[in-house]
C-alpha cells in the first residue's frame, strides 16, 4: 500500500491520528510518498520530525518514506531517497534534469556543502522555458541537493495554492 500526501496533510493528519491516541496499521512493506511543502496550511515541522510522527502514527518506517521536490513550471521530479534505503536524504533529478546551488550574491555555483538558490535545468520542458530559478534554499550534496527552506519573505509558491482575486 502506498500513502500519498503533502506535507501540510501529514501534519493535519497525524495531529489528528495524536489528538485521538489513534496508531493507523498498513500491511508490512507499505510506503509514504510525501510532496509539497506547508505554505501556510499547518504549522511547519522539521522534516526529521514530521517523518517521526508519519512513522509513529501510520506504522511505517521511516526508510520507507520518499519525499518528491518539484513544481509546475518544471515537468520533472527529484526524490530524496529509494525506498529501503537510510542514507541522508539527497534529492537528485533523473539525467535530463539538472539542480545546481547558486550564491545569492554571486549567482555562480556554490562548491560542495554551501547554501544557495536553487537552479533547475529541466530538459523534459520541451515548448516552455528550459531553466528555471527558484526561492528555494538548499545545500549542494554531490550531484544532489539538501532542501533547506525558503527564501526569507518570498512568496508562497505551489501548485496546491489557489488564485485568490482581490
Given at each position: 500500500m502506498i500513502v500519498c500526501g503533502t506535507a501540510f496533510s501529514f501534519v493535519h493528519l497525524c495531529d489528528y491520528l495524536n489528538e485521538n491516541d489513534v496508531r493507523l496499521?498498513?500491511?508490512?512493506?507499505?510506503?509514504?510518498?510525501?510532496?509539497?511543502?506547508?505554505?501556510g496550511r499547518s504549522?511547519?515541522?522539521?522534516?526529521?520530525?514530521?517523518?517521526?510522527?508519519?512513522?509513529?502514527?501510520?506504522?511505517?518506517?521511516?526508510s520507507h518514506i520518499v519525499t518528491e521536490y518539484g513544481m509546475s513550471e518544471i515537468s520533472s521530479q527529484a526524490y530524496d531517497r529509494t525506498v529501503g534505503r537510510t542514507a541522508q536524504r539527497i534529492f537528485e533529478f533523473s539525467h535530463w534534469a539538472r539542480a545546481t546551488v547558486v550564491s545569492m550574491e554571486t549567482g555562480e555555483a556554490a562548491r560542495d556543502g554551501e547554501t544557495g538558490l536553487?537552479?533547475?535545468?529541466?530538459?523534459?520542458?520541451?515548448?516552455?522555458?528550459?531553466?528555471?530559478?527558484?526561492?528555494?534554499?538548499?545545500i549542494?550534496?554531490?550531484?544532489?541537493?539538501?532542501?533547506?527552506?525558503?527564501?526569507?519573505?518570498a512568496e508562497p509558491r505551489g501548485c496546491s495554492l489557489m488564485q485568490v482575486e482581490s
Open positions: 496499521s498498513f500491511p508490512a512493506g507499505s510506503r509514504v510518498f510525501e510532496t509539497g511543502g506547508y505554505k504549522r511547519t515541522v522539521p522534516k526529521a520530525e514530521l517523518h517521526a510522527m508519519i512513522s509513529e502514527r501510520l506504522a511505517v518506517a521511516e536553487l537552479r533547475i535545468v529541466d530538459l523534459a520542458n520541451v515548448g516552455s522555458v528550459y531553466a528555471i530559478q527558484t526561492e528555494d534554499l538548499a549542494r550534496r554531490g550531484n544532489g541537493f539538501e532542501l533547506v527552506g525558503r527564501v526569507m519573505a
